[in-house]
């Protein structure tokens, strides 16, 4: 399942839109936003794991 949420798109919509996706997957959204702690840059990260796939 895809949801989209455009540029734009005010707090209660995004709200009602994890909600959703919730309610039919059976998991708590709100419960995983903002909790992923990294210890490199992201990009440095995607660079890195692109070098070793070659």
């Known amino acids: ?3 989209v949420i455009k540029k734009g798109t005010d707090k209660t ?3 009602k839109a994890l909600e959703s996706v919730s309610v ?7 419960a995983y936003c903002g909790k992923v ?3 490199k840059e992201p990009l440095a ?3 890195n794991l692109r070098h ?3």
């Open 37 to 39: 702690k990294l210890e």
């Open 45 to 47: 990260m995607q660079k």
């Open 24 to 30: 039919l997957m059976g998991i708590n959204a709100f």
């Open 1 to 3: 399942m895809v949801t």
């Open 13 to 15: 919509q995004i709200q």
């Open 52 to 54: 070793w796939w070659e």
